[in-house]
Structure formats: structure tokens, C-alpha cells
């Protein structure tokens, strides 16, 4: 199987802390684990290192990566299966629930990745990822403008998701909080100072888009700004701030 099938980041360069600093935060693994209703049978779609997989159920997690297979804890209610979203290698509503959490937008396909979902599932499929549009309303967007750039690009229109998922689906706006466990960007709105740790953005696949000459001035302009104070003359409330409403969205999709 090519990197290029598996999706848009060699994870074998460049996922190697995924499962340290990408661990599931238990206020938003509530959301999905909820919206997958009473299923007992979930297939986990681009499974990564295994966050947000219920461990109450029965889980075929489908991942493309072996160095990300390879971070995931031994579970005896899961199986792996190395296949890509837009190939299943699963018949008709064969589980009772499906979920994609933070990985469709490095699909090669996305919306062909969904509807393989949608085939295989009898019951709700869910979706956690970030609406485009929204993104700049993380005020990383102003140090980092070549990260917004790829990553506009990257994540497909949250209409296209509903589309993509047959039509009907509910769409929830997910507020992060302040001590978020997950490492996505929007996990530091209130803590700035973790941008300047290499391990950090390591854990972020939009920096792999970003050339290190500019990702290196994009990190200077915010250390700048932390050192001088000028962050916290415009952002300081965030660090006072409970949660962050921005561009992470829960879609779940009815049943077929």
C-alpha cells in the first residue's frame, strides 16, 4: 500500500507522538460515544493510535498506517484491519455504527470515504472534524497563515459531509476545553506557549504542509509576542476561558 493511498502525511515520519500527546479527552469522547446510540458493533474509519474508541463495544478499527497501528494499546475488544476509508473491505450494514474522528480531511477521497461509511453501516455514522470556514477563529491563524492556508484546503465543506453522508445528518458546534488532553490546534487557544514546543506541532499533521522556514517565523512572531506581552494584551481572557468554540464540528449521520 503507497503513502499516497494511506492518505496525505507519511505517518511514519511524522506520527511517531500521536499517541502521547493526541489522547482522547473524555468531554468529547462523551459526544461521540452518545451519538453512536446503543450500537454494539463500531467500525473506527482512519482508527489512528485508537483514540475516541469506545471500550464498552465490539470495534473493527480500520487504519491505512502501520507506524500508526503500531501506537495502538492492546485491546481485546477491538480488531485491526489495514485498509483505506474509500475501500472497505466490509459488505453491506455490517455494524451497527460507524465513526471518523479528526481524519477525513487526509483522505485522497473524502467524500468517497464517507459513503463507503454510510454502506456499512446500519445505524449512525459520526464524524468529528473541522468546519474550513471557521478556522480563523483561532487567533493562530494570524502567527501561521500558511498552516490556515493548507488546512483550508485540506478539510472538506461541512455540507459536502451531510451530502457525502445521504442528506440527513445533525450538526454540533463542540466546544473545547481549556485543558483539552486531545492536541489539536484549538486544544492551546488559552495556552500559547506549547506552539513553541517542536513536539507539539510534531503532533499536528497541518505542519507538515507548512515550509520550516516559514514555520520557524511563524513560531519567532509568537514567541515575540509572548515575551513582549503583546499576545496577552489582545488574548489574555483566553486563559481565563472555560472552553473555545471554533471550528471543531460533530457530524452524525441517520441511518440509511
Given amino acids: 500500500m ?10 511514519g515520519r511524522h506520527g511517531t507522538g500521536y499517541s502521547a500527546l493526541r489522547r482522547t479527552d473524555p468531554r468529547i469522547a462523551d459526544l461521540i460515544h452518545r451519538a453512536l446510540g446503543p450500537a454494539r458493533t ?19 478499527a480500520v487504519e491505512p498506517s502501520e507506524a500508526m497501528i503500531a501506537q495502538r494499546p492492546d ?10 476509508a474509500g475501500a472497505l473491505p466490509l459488505p453491506d450494514r455490517a ?14 477521497d473524502p467524500e468517497a470515504g464517507l ?22 477563529r483561532l487567533w493562530l491563524a494570524e502567527y501561521a497563515p500558511e498552516l490556515y492556508r493548507a488546512e483550508h484546503r485540506r478539510y472538506p465543506a461541512v455540507d459536502r459531509v451531510v451530502a457525502a453522508l445521504g442528506g440527513s445528518a445533525s450538526v454540533l458546534e463542540v466546544a473545547v476545553p481549556f485543558d483539552c488532553t486531545d492536541g489539536f490546534t484549538e486544544a492551546y487557544f488559552g495556552r500559547p506557549e506549547a ?7 510534531r503532533a499536528q499533521s497541518a505542519w507538515t504542509f507548512v515550509d520550516p522556514d516559514e514555520e520557524a517565523a511563524s513560531v519567532e512572531r509568537l514567541r515575540a509576542d509572548l515575551v513582549s506581552g503583546r499576545w496577552d494584551a489582545r488574548y489574555s481572557h483566553l486563559r481565563r476561558q472555560s472552553d473555545f468554540v471554533g471550528a ?9
Fill in 195 to 201: 506552539f513553541l514546543e517542536p513536539s507539539v506541532r
Fill in 75 to 84: 485491546s481485546p475488544s477491538s480488531v485491526v484491519v489495514r485498509a483505506v
Fill in 42 to 60: 463500531v467500525a473506527n474509519i482512519g482508527a489512528g493510535a485508537g483514540s475516541y474508541e469506545p471500550s464498552d463495544r465490539r470495534v473493527l
Fill in 248 to 256: 471543531l464540528r460533530l457530524v452524525v449521520g441517520d441511518p440509511a
Fill in 95 to 108: 455494524v451497527d455504527a460507524s465513526m471518523a474522528t479528526v481524519t477525513i480531511h487526509q483522505w485522497p
Fill in 115 to 136: 459513503v463507503e461509511m454510510r454502506r456499512v453501516t446500519r445505524g449512525p455514522v459520526v464524524v468529528l472534524t473541522f468546519d474550513p470556514d471557521s478556522l480563523d
Fill in 2 to 11: 503507497s503513502t499516497a493511498q494511506a492518505g496525505d502525511v507519511d505517518y
